[in-house]
């Protein structure tokens, strides 16, 4: 098969395919749509570099750093350092949770309660978590115990504080129908204020995921001996520039794994809200 | 069809008063008086309207049979006992419907036969059943926001139905629906009314929905509430055909109630 033969197949080819079924068509044509703005950054990431507009030692062209990528993936390295961040954040995340849906629950349903402590709360919530890094370092050490405390304290207040929110907005008129059928506080609290505030409730959770992924990360930098924050932080300081950069994208990559996920599950439990 | 009131009515006030502490006041000490010593007396089986003017405690004098507030003094008693509380022989229906939204219609009539300990085996199918009765087989599985507001109220009045009360209360139960659908849905009460033999008391501002409706209609002053007068209303079956709201009976009792509550409503929209 000569040369000229291959290359004036392809077009008709795709042609064929997308003709043949227009859902096809239609669907190739979203994904191209999608995928345009994010294909013509990595394109200019490769060529800005190359044609020296960009300084290529401090930003390689996208091939060397997808090439670096590929090096890390094999050597087992980059999974080592991922493995370590998503075990890091994900229990401080679980743990925050476990602790602060319960206290978010009583904090919202008692008035006394919620007025003693909410002084304070907002005092905490209003600090930035990175502020109180060199705390749990001085007590906790550079070890997994530091960085998942430190997770979970910066994950522990949007999902506190959603969980109090959810608890205080369950629609009223909800309250009395169900008190209306005979339902005591606590079948009350059960089955109409815990299911009501399931969405808010979730909604802390993404928040809090968003930030455990940047504190822990912020915190490996700052001392840690595995992850992907301590290895892009590592990277720069031996200069292995395309490495780095590596690591970011697998960060970048990670973030975007654990929003979607969350974000369906999130779809899954509100089935009943309106569109 | 005019009901006539026995010894032991199924629902009694006796001079029921509800104050309430009036936040506005400077001193503090002064109460809004909500309902000013009603009297009123409903037969088992009959379908009671209360009409009034915005603001005269018709849904305060529901709250209060419902068990869900009490009386500031008087009694209110149902078939001769002081109520305490809610109650599964009371069921009552808003106006706003009160879906749960994350349950399914069936979910949401299920959950007042859960409020009463059916186990599952015998939930679902008399859910399925009331549902039937309101008209919607077939839509067991939608949540409240694939649903129209009658069909919310068809719900919800099948919730109410199904712990089997001996007497419910409406609240405006059709005030936020259509013209259309409202008249459709009065039907319906109607023909569910007339099948299950429950005893009603119906909230409303209109009178139209009052003479339509009710077997007596109390009609209530304005604030501080008492009842003024009570009509009644006898217009016979319905028969589907009949525009019953043109004919000049209708027009009659429509005219008398008016009255009544013209003054009522200049004094309510006076304070």
């Known amino acids: ?275 | 069809m005019v009901a006539v009131v026995p010894d032991t009515p199924k629902i009694r006030f006796d001079r029921v008063t509800k104050s309430f502490p009036d936040r506005l006041a400077k001193t503090g000490t002064d109460q809004v008086i909500a309902l000013s010593r009603v009297d009123l007396a409903v037969a088992p089986g009959e379908f009671m309207v209360l009409v009034g003017p915005s603001g005269c405690g018709k849904s305060t004098l529901l709250e209060l049979l419902s068990g869900l507030a009490e009386p500031s003094s008087g009694t209110i008693r149902v078939d001769g006992k002081p109520i305490a509380g809610p109650g599964p022989d009371r069921g009552v229906v808003f106006q706003q419907y009160a879906l749960f939204p994350w349950r399914t219609a069936l979910g949401n009539v299920e959950f007042a036969l859960e409020a009463i300990g059916l186990a599952r085996a015998e939930r679902v199918p008399r859910a399925r059943h009331f549902l039937a009765l309101v008209g919607l087989s077939g839509f067991e599985h939608r949540y409240p926001h694939q649903l129209s507001g009658g069909m919310k109220q068809r719900v919800a009045i099948a919730r109410s139905l199904s712990s089997d009360p001996d007497i419910l209360l409406m609240d405006e139960p059709f005030a936020a629906l259509d013209a259309q659908t409202r008249e459709i849905l009065q039907d319906e009460l109607l023909r569910i009314w007339e099948q299950t033999a429950k005893t009603i008391l119906f909230v409303t501002h209109g009178i139209d929905e009052a003479v339509y409706l009710g077997q007596r209609v109390a009609v209530m002053s304005a604030r501080p509430g008492r009842i003024l007068d009570i009509v009644d209303i006898p217009l016979g079956a319905r028969r589907g055909d009949d525009d019953l709201r043109s004919s000049p009976e209708f027009a009659q009792l429509r005219h008398h109630i008016w009255a009544l509550l013209r003054g009522q409503v200049q004094t309510a929209t006076r304070h």
């Open chain 1, 1 to 275: 098969m000569s040369l000229v033969s291959t290359v004036r197949v392809r077009r008709p080819l795709w042609r064929r395919l997308a003709g043949k079924s227009p859902l096809r068509a239609a669907w190739l044509a979203n994904v191209t749509r999608r995928s345009l703005a994010i294909l013509l950054f990595c394109l200019a990431w490769e060529l800005l570099p190359r044609t020296g507009l960009v300084d290529r030692v401090f930003l390689p062209p996208f091939s060397e750093v997808i090439l670096a990528a590929q090096r890390l993936v094999l050597s087992g390295a980059l999974a080592e350092h991922a493995t370590a961040s998503v075990l890091r954040s994900s229990s401080g995340l679980a743990l925050a949770i476990l602790i602060a849906v319960p206290a978010g629950l009583v904090i919202g349903s008692n008035r006394r309660i919620g007025e003693f402590i909410e002084p304070l709360l907002e005092l905490f919530r209003n600090t930035a978590p990175l502020a109180l890094l060199p705390v749990f370092t001085l007590i906790l050490g550079i070890g997994e115990t530091s960085k998942i405390a430190m997770v979970l304290y910066a994950s522990a207040w949007p999902v506190l504080l959603s969980t109090m929110n959810g608890v205080r907005t369950v629609d009223p008129l909800l309250v009395k129908a169900a008190r209306s059928m005979g339902l005591g506080s606590v079948r009350l609290f059960a089955k109409v204020v815990l299911p009501a505030s399931v969405p808010t409730i979730f909604t802390g959770i993404r928040l809090a995921a968003a930030h455990s992924i940047l504190v822990l990360i912020a915190a490996e930098m700052v001392g840690a001996k595995a992850g992907l924050g301590y290895f892009v932080n590592a990277a720069e300081f031996n200069f292995q520039i395309p490495e780095m950069y590596a690591g970011i994208l697998a960060l970048a990559l990670l973030g975007l794994l654990v929003n979607v996920t969350l974000v369906h599950i999130e779809g899954r439990l509100s089935m009943w809200r309106a569109s």
